[in-house]
Structures are given as C-alpha cells and as structure tokens.
C-alpha cells in the first residue's frame, strides 16, 4: 500500500496503554497542575492587578491544557482501535482524575474572573496581547456568573468522574464487548463486531443481507436495551440537575450556548429544513422503485444503487487517498497538500477489523499541533466521503495553529462546517468523474445519502432529544417509551416514507451518550448547510478562494456564529432563506437522480 491504513500510535507514546512514557507525563501533568493550583490560590487581582501575573496564568493553563490533551487523546484512540485492550479505561480513569481536579481550579479561575469589577476588566483587556484574546476571555467570565460556590463546583467536578463521565464511558464499555452475528451464502456464522456489523448493514449491496443484519442488529440492542436506558435517563436526569443548579433557562441554552448560536438561528435552520423536504423524500421513493420495493426500510436508505451491468464504485484505501488529493488541489493547493501530508504520515486509522468501535472522527493531538482521524474503510464512495470529512476537520485545526489557544476553541457547529465542505469537494467531485450514466446515478445517490442524513436522519435525532429531554424532566423514561419516541422522531422527520424504523436507534447511536456535549445533532446540519453556503460563494467566485475560505475558519473560535456569517458572507442566519438556499442546492441532485432513473424500476 502507498498509504498506510493503521495509525502510527508509538510516535506518541510508545507501548500502548502500558508505556512507560504516558505514565511520566501524567505525573509531570500532576506536578504541573500543583504549580497551577499554588500561583492561583496566591494570585488576587485587587492587591496584584498586574497583566504579567495573568498572563504567567493562562500560559500555565495552557501547558497543562496540551498535556491532558494529548494523553486523553491517546488512551482515547488506542481504545477505539483495540476495544479489547481492558487496560485502556484504566489509564484513561488516570487522565480523568487529572481533567478533574483542573476542572475545579478552572472553575476557581473563572471565578476570580468574575470578581474583577467590569472597570478594571476593561483596563485589563486593554493589553494588547490580551486584547487578541478577548472573546474567550470575555465569554469566560459571562459563563462564570452562573456558577455556584467555589466549594459546590468542587463537589460537581468530583461527581462528574462517577456521574456523568462514567455513564458515559460505561455505554463505550458495553458497546465493546457486543457482536452481531451474521451468516452467510455458505451457512458459516460470524460474531461482527458493532462497527463492521453497522458498516455491512447500511452498504451491502445484498437487500437479504442488509435485512438479516439489521434484525440481528435490533436483537443485539434490544437485549442490552434495559441498561442503555438506565444509562441515558441518568447521564440525562444528571445534565438536567446541573443546569437546573446553574440556573439555566431551559436544556437547550447549553448546547446552544456552547456552538455559539442562538435560539432563532436554530429554529430559522429547522423550519427551512422542515418546509424543504419533499425533493428528498421522492428521492427515497425513487430509490424504492429501483429495489423493486414498495417503500425502502431503514436499513436500505444508504443502500447503494446499482443500475444494469454496472457494479456499485469501489475504492482502494490508495485510490480513495489518491483521489481525495487530487480533488482537494481543484480547489486549493493548501488544502491538498496539507491532505497528502496527513496520509502519508499515518495519521489515518482506517483498516477494516474486529475490535473496533463503530463510527468516525478527527481528534487532535495539541503537542504536536497535529490532528488524528479515526474510521473503518470498507471501500464504498461514502468511506471516501468520510476520510475528506475528517480530514476537512484537520485543516480546519491546521490552519488555526499559528493563533492564541483560546483563538482555537471553535464550537462543534462550525467545525462541521470545514468538514462537510471538503466532502462537498469530493462528493461533487465523483459525480463529474462518472464513466456513464449508471455511474453517475450511483455517485448522485451516494451524495444524497449524505443529504438525507443531514435533514432527515439528523432531524429525527434532534426530534427524539427535544421530546425525551421534556419527558425526562418530569422523571425517568422507560426503555418502551424510548422506542416509541425514537419510532415517532423518524416518522415525523422521513415523512412516514419508510416501510420500517428503528426502535432501538436511541442506544445504538452513540451520539446520545457523550457526556461533554448535549445534543451532539443540529451541529452537523448546521454544518452542513453553512458549508453549501460558503460552496455557493466558491462557485460564483473561484479565483483566490481558498484564502478566503481560510480567512474564515480561522475567525470561528472568536465570533459567534451570526458574526462571522455576516462578516464573511453577508448573510442572516436568523432567516429561513439563506437556509433554503442551501437545501435548494441538495434538491437539484434529487431532481437530477430522479430524471435519470425514472422507467428505471420496478415494472
């Protein structure tokens, strides 16, 4: 292989989860984090208002912000590709004592922050230094005044690593030791593992296969059901009582809070979404026809279309890595090169085998100022959509290295933003480069998936979230009324256009159990219509874009995001239309898919 497919682990920290390296930076974490704990107890801004002294603060920060990161993103990635590593949890229980007791100093911080009269704040920001830093810092010491006491936050931190961290690590731990099995052509039975069992099911071109797989799958989840439900009502029902502590108006000021958006950008994106979903939903039942079905069923909406003789596109790793960066260099060179470099310097984990967790993501490795990707590559046009998606997220950070740490902080919404437009690259990138007319409607339908996804899938997840959040605030759920309120988010967000849902979707998908971010959905969405947006702009002006594209990405940790839209593309988020526009530009591949398939299917 020219591009290697596993990840390059002992770069970082040699023998695994065991070595010897990780356990002496840990410690030297921990004696930093004393140093930390000792120049903050001693700093008081009234008797020492000095910029040096803040300064020497959030540098100190800053070290051991990098150091924590880079050892959790390490236990993190070891575990994801050897889940049967039992040790991992072990050490990453290590980092989490650490991250908890710089939580509390943080909150500390924050604090003193908040204590600083607005009159000297302002004098304060006037350095220069810190003037270039001055959105975080000042949306630092507003998220501050809502915390409790110095003490209760201590209390909260050190509950957190019991509470809502180990519920969540506890859904990763029951997830590693489940296997689907699946029987072939030959009667032979195989235990897949989570990701390769969800990666066969929605791409195998086999109907009888997806199906036989997707039963399996909702057994396996079903049987695990009544955990997962206990999981969820507690890492909810203990998100809940922190917000209800820290005074927040309502669940969803904290997620909107934290992507730096407000309430009416939300509901502006949803309705344009809501009110736009036809083209999709007759894609859906083109799609149908093709299979020869009256509707499709869940398992079948990302299943690929293949037409005559023409068998579904498949890629190598090489070939996808190729194409990839190739295609990236039709919109910048800076965007392809920064993608050949990433390659070829293993930071990629994609080889398809058991152990693994199931799904996709970019981490970073702030040390090195360098990002990690992590997926499984089975060789389908989405698996080289996804590794472009990724390693959009890593440019996105790339380009960003060069600035303040807290210029770096951008929100989950507008990280989807530089990943779904470096798919937006490759997607349209497959359809142009069809070979034939069967080919071109594989590729298009490849490309709606993503669409359906995005305004279909996505918009059911949130429907689900909305509904168990309010019913969760009344008390705990049970694990039926879960599945019907999972069954009721997809009917109402696929138009009832399915022949069958999936029940059991609110413990399969992991997104519901990550213990950070609440509501871990709309920001793909959003992601993805802004990226469509910022294409738009790309296609009426190509020349020297790509520096302007950077020029964005490199504003998002420091503007909210209404800001920076109207900064860099002179467009009102909080307004259905500039939303529509987007989807209308989705809905043109629909109609296109349609007009080549139609006479097509089923007689």
């Avoid at 943080?106 to 009269?117: P, R, Y």
């Avoid at 960003?400 to 530089?418: G, I, R, S």
Wanted: negative net charge.
């Amino acid at each position: 292989m020219k591009y290697e497919d596993t990840w390059d682990l002992d770069s970082i920290f040699p023998g695994g989860t065991k070595s010897k390296e990780l356990q002496t930076k840990l410690k030297t974490i921990k004696e930093e984090i004393d140093s930390y704990q000792k120049l903050l107890n001693d700093w008081d801004f009234a008797t020492d208002p000095s910029v040096k002294t803040f300064k020497a603060i959030l540098q100190k920060q800053e070290t051991i912000g990098k150091g924590l990161g880079q050892s959790a993103t390490f236990v993190q990635m070891w575990h994801d590709a050897f889940m049967d590593d039992e040790h991992a949890n072990v050490v990453m229980g290590q980092v989490m004592d650490l991250y908890s007791e710089m939580q509390k100093l943080s909150n500390t911080f924050t604090k003193k922050l908040v204590a600083i009269s607005d009159d000297d704040w302002q004098n304060l920001l006037a350095d220069e230094t810190l003037k270039e830093i001055s959105f975080a810092l000042n949306e630092r010491r507003d998220q501050g005044k809502r915390l409790l006491s110095e003490e209760e936050e201590k209390l909260i931190s050190d509950l957190n690593k019991d509470g809502l961290t180990a519920w969540s690590r506890l859904y990763d731990t029951i997830v590693s030791i489940m296997t689907i099995p699946f029987t072939d052509k030959e009667g032979k039975t195989t235990e897949l593992s989570v990701g390769q069992a969800m990666n066969l099911m929605y791409t195998d071109p086999d109907p009888e296969v997806r199906k036989q797989l997707f039963e399996n799958w909702e057994t396996a989840w079903a049987k695990y059901a009544p955990i997962f439900a206990d999981n969820i009502n507690h890492l909810v029902g203990y998100r809940l009582t922190l917000q209800k502590a820290h005074k927040r108006e309502g669940y969803l000021e904290e997620p909107l809070e934290y992507n730096r958006m407000t309430k009416k950008t939300l509901d502006a994106m949803w309705s344009a979404v809501a009110n736009h979903k036809q083209p999709f939903i007759d894609f859906l039942n083109q799609k149908a026809n093709l299979f020869g079905m009256e509707k499709l069923g869940w398992q079948d909406v990302d299943a690929p279309v293949a037409l005559g003789n023409v068998k579904p596109t498949r890629f190598t790793y090489d070939e996808a890595c190729e194409f990839v960066i190739n295609h990236f260099a039709s919109f910048g060179p800076k965007l392809s090169d920064f993608a050949k470099h990433a390659l070829r310097n293993r930071w990629v984990e994609a080889e398809d085998r058991p152990n693994k967790r199931p799904g996709g993501y970019c981490t970073e490795l702030p040390e090195f100022k360098e990002s990690r990707i992590f997926m499984t590559f089975t060789g389908s046009p989405n698996d080289t959509s996804t590794l472009a998606h990724e390693l959009g997220h890593a440019f996105h950070s790339h380009v960003m290295n060069d600035l303040p740490d807290l210029n770096q902080e951008y929100a989950m919404n507008v990280a989807e933003t530089a990943s779904t437009f470096a798919e937006t690259i490759i997607g349209n990138a497959t359809v142009a480069n069809a070979k034939s007319e069967a080919e071109k409607i594989q590729l298009l339908s490849a490309k709606l998936e993503n669409a359906t996804a995005m305004f279909l899938n996505i918009h059911a997840r949130f429907l689900f979230e909305n509904a168990f959040y309010e019913e969760r605030s009344k008390g705990i759920v049970s694990e039926k009324r879960l599945n019907e309120l999972m069954i009721e988010a997809q009917k109402e967000a696929y138009c009832d256009s399915l022949s069958g849902y999936h029940p059991h979707f609110w413990c399969s998908k992991l997104h519901f159990f990550i213990d950070d971010v609440p509501f871990y959905n709309f920001p793909y969405t959003f992601g993805y219509l802004f990226s469509l947006g910022i294409y738009a702009e790309y296609l009426k002006n190509p020349e020297g874009f790509e520096d302007k594209y950077i020029a964005l990405l490199r504003d998002t940790g420091s503007m909210k995001v209404e800001d920076l839209a109207e900064k860099h593309l002179g467009v009102d988020l909080t307004k259905q239309e500039f939303w529509a526009a987007g989807i209308q530009l989705m809905a043109k591949d629909a109609e296109e898919f349609i007009r080549l398939t139609n006479g097509a299917g089923r007689k």
